[in-house]
T-cell receptor, first 111, second 120 residues
Framework: SQQGEEDPQALSIQEGENATMNCSYKTSINNLQWYRQNSGRGLVHLIL?????REKHSGRLRVTLDTSKKSSSLLITASRAADTASYFC???????????FGKGTKLTVNP | GAVVSQHPSWVICKSGTSVKIECRSL??????MFWYRQFPKQSLMLMAT?????????EQGVEKDKFLINHASLTLSTLTVTSAHPEDSSFYIC????????????????FGPGTRLTVL
């Protein structure tokens, strides 16, 4: 299994601070995606970064990808209480159509 | 666009009964749909890949006779949990891949809102 690892497992910050979550994976990938999940709810797709990309931005989100280290990071700037959720990275391996999810980071943004 | 629905959103059943969960792509065609299971405070684990008009492909350790998958049309896949037991209680999430639309090339999957199954 190439299930990735996210760290930290849990992160608690104050509103306005930045939150950084990391993800590592094991095999060569086509792309890496980040998702958000509010408690007991479905997944919200945040951003997709392809294996030939190193950085991508979307609003307050910044994702980096280092394929040599098989790792990615998700930065949420100027966090808000509404950002409180679990964040998962998911990879699509070369030659596969399956998404393999990491274990997730539970982010709590305190008002 | 790219909306996936699931029905029901939650279900409570008695041990030994069967439960059917529907996954629909509302505004796009999906030859491939995926079924995931998520236990509390854990990540999503892929159970099976559902292919329209053919048999589903199950992940290792997932019993195909217990989790019956039918993908009879380009917009509907169903997961039936047969003879459910308390250990089957979980959050079941489906996703669908756009076969021919703008998202087809990226292989992006669109997720349903999930179905919470509680087996008493």
């Amino acid at each position: 299994s190439q299930q990735g690892e996210e760290d930290p497992q849990a992160l608690s910050i104050q509103e306005g601070e930045n939150a950084t979550m990391n993800c590592s994976y094991k095999t060569s990938i086509n792309n890496l995606q980040w998702y958000r999940q509010n408690s007991g709810r479905g997944l919200v797709h945040l951003i997709l970064i392809r294996s030939n990309e190193r950085e991508k931005h979307s609003g307050r989100l910044r994702v980096t990808l280092d394929t040599s280290k098989k790792s990615s990071s998700l930065l949420i700037t100027a966090s808000r209480a509404a950002d409180t959720a679990s964040y998962f990275c998911a990879t699509v391996a070369v030659g596969s159509e399956k998404l393999v999810f990491g274990k997730g980071t539970k982010l709590t943004v305190n008002p | 666009g790219a909306v996936v629905s699931q029905h029901p959103s939650w279900v409570i059943c008695k041990s030994g009964t069967s439960v059917k969960i529907e996954c629909r792509s509302l505004d796009f065609q999906a030859t491939t749909m995926f079924w995931y299971r998520q236990f509390p405070k854990q990540s999503l684990m892929l159970m099976a890949t559902s292919n329209e008009g053919s048999k589903a492909t199950y992940e290792q350790g997932v019993e195909k006779d217990k989790f019956l998958i039918n993908h009879a049309s380009l917009t509907l896949s169903t997961l039936t949990v047969t003879s459910a037991h308390p250990e089957d209680s979980s959050f079941y999430i489906c996703s669908a891949r756009d076969s021919i639309g703008l998202a087809a090339k990226s292989n992006e999957q669109f997720f349903g809102p999930g179905t919470r199954l509680t087996v008493l």
